[in-house]
């Protein structure tokens, strides 16, 4: 098996990797625009924040799967690699605590305008008047939209702090909450309306796309803190500059709209970088994040080369009870499933999901097949003619 690895990853991984039998290719500085180039006859591409293109897909005619080092898989083409047959993983989890430390830090350099400060030294100027007054995070009220893995990590860090939180999440019930020690919100603008600092931890979505806009930031309290180290599309820009302006947001972001797809880039957008604390996309950047998502590539590799099928598959479709499930018990011999299969297309019916389970012994199997419509009376019959098939079953 043949691996890519387009952004930096760990060296005991890639020693991992190697021990069970990848070959591998480390490029750490390759741009999304020259993946097509590299890509070559890689099995398994692995990236971070590098930008998979439809481009790159097409151009790996021996790619089976694309890893993403991280959570969010929005950097890669999901739709192509769907319609390509490419697998696309990702380490959900991995790098929670990293994320949360971020966003707290981002949260306590807004307050205290620490940036702001570190700047004025360096420029040769003490302003210590200007920046004396911080209000403080004791006692003040934390807002967290979407309490995954990372919203958890971070609401466990601000109670550390004595503040008090609520949060939206879409799966969070006033019973979860109250379970959490949490205010629960039941809309994001509740969020907005009664927190003194707002933390954004949402993957991004059809449905989450500027999901914080005008009406969002026109919520907020004037003078309140807004964090997001999520997904940069998640949030309007315009509409985020305008509340700068108009409600003296205090700003700290990781993540931004059209941000550069490689490690090293040109930033253009400087004149928002001017008005916030900012930091370019390291949420996740941590050595303890980084060889916990490590570790998680190397199973998403060896779950591959195992089973043919890699752990954390985001573009597998889900199952379903929909269908008919024919069932098959046969002897376990060469070509029986062969026979069953060559039925089934001479019918134009599709199979969605198959297994195939061998008892004890080995002299007997049963195949479960997920089949796109029933077979007719006469298909089942060709299918039990065979002297080797036991029993044909639908359910």
Known sequence: MKILIADKLSPKAITTLNKIGAEITSNPD?????????????????????????????????????????????????????????????????????????????????????????????????????????????????????????????????????????????????????????????????????????????????????????????????????????????????ALRKAIDEKALRVGLDVFENEPGSGVAEFDQTDLADLITCTPHIAASTNQASEAIADEVVRIVDSLIKTGKPINAVNSRDKTEDGTILMIRHYNRVGVLASVLDALREAEINIEDMENNIFNGSAAAIASLKLDKTPSADVISEISSNESIIQVSIK
């Open 30 to 238: 390759l741009k999304a625009e020259e993946l097509s180039d590299a890509i070559g006859s890689a099995n398994v591409l692995i990236v971070r924040s590098t930008k998979v293109y439809a481009e790159t897909i097409e151009a790996g005619k021996s790619l089976e799967l694309i890893i993403r080092a991280g959570a969010g898989v929005n950097n890669i083409d999901l739709e192509k690699a769907s319609s390509s047959g490419v697998y696309v993983a990702n380490c959900p989890g991995k790098n929670s605590d990293a994320v949360a430390e971020l966003a707290l830090g981002h949260i306590i350099a807004c307050d205290r305008r620490i940036v702001d400060a570190s700047l004025d030294l360096r420029s040769g100027n003490w302003k210590k008047k200007a920046y004396q007054n911080a209000a403080g995070l004791k006692g003040r009220t934390l807002g967290i939209i979407g309490l995954g893995s990372i919203g958890s990590a971070l609401a466990k860090l601000a109670k550390g702090l004595d503040m008090n939180v609520i949060a939206w999440s879409r799966n969070l019930t006033p019973d979860k909450a109250d379970a959490l020690d949490l205010v629960y919100c039941k809309s994001i603008a509740e969020v907005a309306a009664n927190a003194d600092a707002v933390s954004v931890h949402l993957a991004v979505t059809p449905d989450t796309k500027h999901l914080l806009n005008t009406k969002f930031f026109n919520k907020m309290k004037d003078g309140a803190i807004f964090v997001n180290t999520s997904r940069g599309e998640i949030v309007d820009t315009a």
